[in-house]
């Protein structure tokens, strides 16, 4: 498996972010913590890692438990 830069990271983050078509400020925190919570932060975050922390944030919004 190749080498992923912390660029590659924060790039990844920054588009899926964008993808999502939430508010910049609102997706770009709730994503933070959730990678925090599984060890990880936007600057290093795998496409497993990213995967995994926008749907816990999905399973979160749908049982009303994101942070407002």
Known sequence: ???KTATA???LFEEVAT???LPREQITVE???ILKDVGSTPENV???ELRRATAMLLVEVMNGEAEK
């Open 9 to 11: 990271g924060n790039e």
């Open 19 to 21: 993808l999502t078509g």
């Open 1 to 3: 498996m190749a080498e």
């Open 31 to 33: 994503l933070t913590r």
């Open 46 to 48: 795998t496409l497993e």
